[in-house]
């Protein structure tokens, strides 16, 4: 009988928190992109799916239930099964979906068991190190420890019992079936196709730790939901986007001091495993190569592309480290006559760039520019366009060359893209560049060794977990947004994908479950352990448990996107007061707004674009005194002057869609994409309007001038 | 729709071709200033400006390495040597110039100056030099200094007794001195370009907007900064050997003197220093390293006629921008209306820029000198 191999796709799903307890579906179509199977439709990939459908995107009012709050991302996840030949092959392209009462080599599939296990390590973990990233864990290191306060030992088990956040295992089989990742509910495990309760896992909240909690949108007690759908794939829906502190002493409310690393805080943001298995008719079980859920930050401009994506990242490392195409690249070095794809590896690029406008505020030339790098096509000869001798590109390597002074320099404009890049004096970049793979794939197109098409596409489980990761926010890691510099990491992955299980796919820790069952830990004791520790040999091999994914961004989650809109460049060592954006396409910085677009009494440009507005705006975003020399400064602008309100508010800010899919009632072009569903409000008199870039920090240079 | 499909006296093809350069007739005390003559001398001082773009891009673009001082430094001067083109064009539009934008001719004289006759010596320090298109070298590099380099001058010491201006200084004193006694002929806001205003946020205006005396303050402020920026403010005459080299007494002279206004804070990495300052620098520094040449490629010769269109086009574009004399006369054969000529070539400006130096770029990589005109090209070949 033909054999078969199973897998869940995406291989790392994407949900995302909201203050909803309805949700839509993860996208499942690529950022800016042509949407898949809908030739001719205006409307760019990215947007997410509205429940119970099979690929019907949502519309602008659907970001919000009818109270007004922001409805949180659901991953979507599916079984896919492959032949058992050409395992070790990329793309394979074979694959088929399976649901339930699908028929497989003259089998039938009558059930699939899921099961999802969340948590939450933030808290737990070492501080994000902004200064060293991935090379504060080399020679066996590790950052300081958060939260010292509870304890110096990070293995100790009284520490991690409080400060995890442990839902802990959830299954679930049939149809239309749900559970949630919350203490009412018992946790429950997968065995022999059947589900198993599991009363006495040691769940964690915190509320169970710390009796006084400063709950800024109430306590956390839920990690989220799971459930099936009518034909056996699973949802999950993360958390509401909450943040609770434990207090110190009787303050009332517990500060926020720093971007990325705060004490006493919490977040709802998790990850885990996802696994399956599959039932059928004769009885017989089969095993599901398992997905990971990652649940973080909102997504408000779900259609900008970023230029280099989580995807770039991970299709860079595989590439490069993991042998996933020999026949593009092989022991050190790209094959002299790969030919990338126009419409796969180099027209997203295009596409990116042309995207940035909509969340940041680019001057008219650039504008122009980015059109023309969007307008290149397939049959230009790329001598003939802007792009010619990639003169306006960032080399992914630094020059041999490069020091002034003997300091480290890198290049902004007009060099693109003209983002931070890693944020960290220890290898860090002032500047994002493309991967290494994606800029060989523009050299080999800008020396006319591309081919048009892709011959040999993705297939629909590949496409989905290429779609998921493409549209999260690859470089600058400082830490990120979705995830972070542990894309990078080689052993967070299943390397030998050859195998069976295929790329991308986060090596799984296998958890003793039964020890809950058969009461051989302790009472008290967590089941999570400090867990995987990147390059740190003795334990990054053993692979990730719940929470071991998102364990490195920021906490809580909010300060960070407040912080991260426009900054100078880290390292600056020539002091540079210009400003860049952070994440461009993921936090954006300004916007246009669709009710500036339509009013007739606001002048346009000669783009037909109204002048932008800061997208967190309103009251608390002046920005205050540093020191006496330093107050009203533009760099600090575009966002809440005190990081507690981020907490909020993040609820608030609108959300930048193409103008086809807003349902206002209004009349637009289908190729803007404007801003629709702000909350945020109030009058900032004395602060300036954005301007189109150069952005100049400085004292008072976010303040308008008074006569 | 393209502002190449309407039509126009001034053809890519005679754009491209240079023009033979008439020797200028210099002004003295018995050849005095006209509006004619100061015409003539705004659109010398356009000539100028553009002159140095293409050089200086084209040994920009040969360095290999994207982030070496090199490259940045030059970058930092092309950005400039724009913004004195838009400045130059300004105030020739404020005294009513009919500015041809034409090809500049490399490899031979730089238009308009005699640099020989400059007292501090460029040519004998700078050499050897060369003012063909050609990789950032020592022959580049000497000529890029010489261009760049102060001369030593007032308005009495004007000497009529040379036909040529003997620095970019002295043609900008000569012009100050006429646009002085001509003030009353300053017409404001004619078609004033304000690019850079981002980035030169303190200078108190990039246009001239007003008549007579305060036109002419305006007139005089662009001429500073164009002359700041280049080869630097005017140097302090005390406690300096007369004996001493331009160098010495460079080197001498206190650094990072450029006027804070003038100074760019965005994007370049050593904004006190003027254009001699940068060059004189790079002049001591290891030679980056630079594109091999090929020896004519097919592909490579095909750039270059990329790169001669896309200049053509650049060309048409700047004589539409900055002339709106020819911007009448277009809208008139086409029966459009000026604006519409206006938007149409503003909204290609920046793209046919940037393909401009794209296509010098792809010219290098491929193993050839960037070519600026048909003749350049064949000269190559």
Not at chain 1, 377 to 382: E, G, Q
Not at chain 2, 10 to 35: A, C, V
């Amino acid at each position: 009988m033909t054999q078969s191999i199973f897998k869940i796709h995406p291989a790392i799903g994407i949900a995302r928190v909201g203050n909803s307890s309805e949700y839509y579906l993860a996208p499942e179509s690529i950022a800016a992109m042509p949407q898949p199977g809908k030739p001719g439709d205006p409307t760019t990939g990215g947007l997410p799916i509205r429940p119970g459908t099979e690929d019907t995107i949502i519309s602008s009012s659907e970001f919000r239930d009818s109270c007004g709050a922001f409805k949180r991302q659901a991953a979507r996840f599916r079984i896919f099964a492959y032949p058992t030949e050409d395992v070790d092959q990329y793309p394979a392209n074979n694959g088929a979906e399976i649901k339930i009462g699908s028929s497989i080599n003259g089998k039938k599939v009558v059930d699939i068991v899921w099961s999802v296990h969340l948590a939450n390590k933030k808290c737990s973990w070492f501080a994000n190190d902004d200064d060293h990233g991935a090379v504060a864990y080399d020679n066996g290191g590790t950052p300081t420890l958060r939260n010292l306060r509870e304890g110096l030992d990070p293995y100790n088990s009284a520490r991690l019992k409080k400060l995890i956040i442990d839902a802990g295992p959830r299954a679930l089989k049939g149809c239309d079936s749900k559970a949630s990742f919350c203490p009412a509910e018992q946790a429950s495990i997968e065995k022999d196709g059947e589900i198993i309760s599991l009363p006495d896992y040691p769940q964690s909240f915190p509320y169970m730790h710390f009796e006084q909690l400063d709950t800024p949108q109430g306590r956390i007690d839920s990690l989220g939901e799971m459930e099936t759908d009518s034909s056996g794939r699973l949802i999950v829906a993360g958390g509401y986007g909450k943040s609770n502190a434990w207090k110190l002493d009787a303050e009332d409310k517990v500060k926020i001091n720093n971007p990325v690393n705060n004490d006493q805080w919490f977040d709802d943001t998790s990850d885990g495993p996802v696994n399956a298995t599959v039932l059928f008719d004769d009885g017989t079980t089969e095993a599901v190569f398992g997905g990971w859920v990652v649940v973080t930050d909102p997504s408000y401009a779900p259609q900008t592309l970023n230029v280099v994506s989580l995807f770039d990242e991970a299709y860079d490392l595989f590439l490069r480290e993991l042998a996933l195409e020999p026949a593009v690249y092989h022991q050190g070095k790209f094959n002299p006559d790969y030919q990338p794809a126009f419409d796969d590896h180099i027209k997203p690029i295009f596409r990116a760039t042309a995207q940035q406008l909509w969340n940041a505020y680019l001057p008219g030339f650039a504008i122009d520019a980015h059109n023309s790098v969007d307008s290149i096509t397939a049959d230009d000869n790329p001598d003939e366009t802007i792009l010619a001798g990639l003169a306006y590109i960032r080399q992914p390597n630094a020059g041999k060359q490069a020091s002034w002074r003997s300091q480290s320099i890198d290049v902004g404009a007009p060099l693109m893209p003209l983002s931070l890049g890693d944020s960290s004096p220890a290898g860090g970049k002032p500047f994002l560049s493309p991967t290494v793979t994606q800029y060989h794939a523009l050299h080999c197109w800008s020396n006319h060794q591309y081919k048009k098409t892709n011959d040999n596409p993705l297939g629909a489980g590949e496409y989905l977990d290429r779609a998921t990761l493409q549209n999260c926010l690859g470089g600058r890691f400082s830490p990120g947004i979705d995830m972070t510099w542990v894309i990078r990491e080689p052993s967070m992955y299943v390397s030998n994908w050859q195998q069976g299980a295929g790329p991308f796919r986060i090596h799984h820790k296998s958890l003793d479950y039964t020890s809950v069952i058969d009461n051989s830990l302790s009472y008290g004791t967590p089941l999570l352990t400090l867990g995987w520790i990147p390059r740190h040999e003795d334990v990054e091999y053993l692979g990730l448990e719940p929470g071991d994914a998102t364990k490195f961004m920021a906490l809580p989650w909010h300060a960070d996107y407040n912080s991260c809109a426009i900054h100078q460049t880290s390292p600056n060592t020539q002091d540079s007061q210009t400003l860049y954006w952070s994440w461009p396409a993921q936090r954006p910085v300004t916007v246009y707004t669709a009710q500036d677009y339509q009013d007739q009494q606001i002048e346009k440009d000669r783009h037909g674009l109204p002048p932008q507005r800061y997208s967190v705006r309103g009251s608390g975003t002046v920005p205050r005194e540093n020191s006496p020399e330093d107050s009203g400064n533009l760099a600090n602008a575009g966002r809440f002057w005190e990081y507690r309100e981020m907490l909020e508010k993040w609820n608030d800010i609108g959300v930048i869609v193409q103008a086809t899919t807003i349902d206002d009632g209004a009349s637009y072009p289908d190729n803007v994409y404007l801003e629709v569903e702000s909350r945020l409000s109030g009058a900032t008199p004395n602060l300036k309007a954005p301007a189109p870039w150069p952005m100049v920090a400085g004292d008072k240079t976010a303040i308008k001038k008074t006569r | 729709m393209s502002i190449s499909q309407f039509l126009g006296t001034r053809t890519q093809q005679d754009l491209l071709n240079s023009r033979t350069l008439k020797h200028p007739k210099k002004i003295t005390s018995q050849n005095p200033w006209t509006i004619e003559a100061l015409r003539e001398h705004l659109q010398w001082a356009v000539d100028v400006e553009l002159y140095t773009i293409p050089f200086y891009m084209s040994a920009m673009y040969s360095v290999i390495d994207q982030a070496s001082e090199a490259r940045r430094l030059v970058r930092s001067v092309v950005n400039q040597e724009m913004l004195h083109m838009q400045c130059a064009a300004n105030i020739a539009n404020a005294y009513g110039c009919d500015l041809h934008i034409t090809a500049p001719h490399y490899g031979g004289e730089v238009p308009h100056l005699d640099f020989e006759a400059n007292p501090n010596q460029p040519t004998k320090i700078f050499s050897p030099y060369s003012t063909q298109i050609g990789p950032m070298d020592v022959l580049r590099i000497n000529a890029m200094c010489i261009i760049e380099c102060p001369g030593e001058f007032s308005s009495a010491t004007l000497d009529p007794n040379t036909a040529e201006y003997s620095s970019i200084g002295e043609i900008y004193q000569a012009i100050r001195e006429g646009a002085a006694m001509l003030s009353e002929c300053i017409i404001p806001n004619n078609n004033q370009v304000a690019h850079f205003t981002s980035t030169y946020p303190d200078v108190s205006s990039l246009i001239i907007s007003e008549d007579c005396c305060e036109g002419l303050v305006q007139v005089n402020g662009l001429i500073d900064l164009i002359v700041d920026q280049g080869e630097g403010a005017a140097w302090p005459n005390d406690n300096i050997s007369p004996d001493a080299t331009i160098e010495q007494r460079y080197e001498d002279y206190q650094q990072e003197q450029l006027p804070p206004e003038y100074q760019n804070h965005v994007d370049d990495i050593q904004p006190y220093w003027d254009h001699f300052q940068k060059f004189t620098y790079l002049r001591k520094q290891t030679l980056p390293e630079t594109f091999p040449l090929g020896f004519g490629s097919p592909r490579g010769r095909k750039n270059q006629q990329i790169l001669i269109n896309h200049f053509g086009h650049f060309l048409q574009l700047m004589n539409i921008v900055f002339n709106p004399i020819y911007q009448q006369q277009l809208a008139n054969s086409n029966d459009i209306s000026v604006a519409a000529v206006q938007q149409m070539a503003g909204a290609e400006f920046g793209n046919t820029m940037y393909k401009v130096g794209a296509a010098i770029a792809a010219c290098w990589e491929n193993g050839v000198v960037p070519a600026f005109s048909t003749s350049a090209s064949q000269q190559e070949q």
